[in-house]
C-alpha cells in the first residue's frame, strides 16, 4: 500500500560515506520537508504552533526527481521492515510546484 502526501521541501543534500571496514560505499539523499503544502498558521492538539520538520534519507537514484529548492512535491510512502514492526518510509517524490509566498 502506497500513501501519498503533498509536503514542502526546504533542504536536500546527497551524501557518500564509505564503512571504514568493509569498504562499500553507501549513498543517499538527506531530505527535510514539513507535511504539508500550504503554511498557514496552525495549532497542533498538543498545544504547540507551527510546524516540525522531518528529516529522511531517500535512495541516491531519487536525486533526478529533486528538481527545486524549495518546492512543492508530491511524496509516495511505502512501508519497509524495520526490527521486525512495519515502518512508514519516503520512497518518491515528485516536482509540483515552487512555493508561492
Do not use: C, H
Not at 536536500?12 to 500550504?38: C, F, H, L
Not at 512495519?86 to 516536482?95: A, G, I, S
Request: proline fraction near 4%; avoid cysteine; glycine fraction near 6%.
Amino acid at each position: 500500500m502506497m500513501d501519498k502526501v503533498k509536503a514542502i521541501v526546504t533542504f536536500a543534500n546527497p551524501w557518500s560515506i564509505q564503512d571504514e571496514i568493509t569498504g562499500i560505499t553507501r549513498e543517499g539523499i538527506t531530505v527535510e520537508y514539513v507535511m504539508t503544502d500550504k503554511l498557514n498558521p496552525v495549532t497542533n492538539e498538543d498545544g504547540s504552533m507551527g510546524y516540525r520538520q522531518v528529516k529522511e534519507s531517500i535512495n541516491i537514484q531519487n536525486a533526478k526527481q529533486i528538481v527545486k529548492v524549495p518546492g512543492i512535491y508530491e511524496m509516495t510512502y511505502g512501508y519497509q521492515i524495520r526490527r521486525g514492526k512495519p515502518v512508514m518510509k519516503l520512497q518518491t517524490l515528485e516536482f509540483v510546484s515552487e512555493v508561492e509566498v
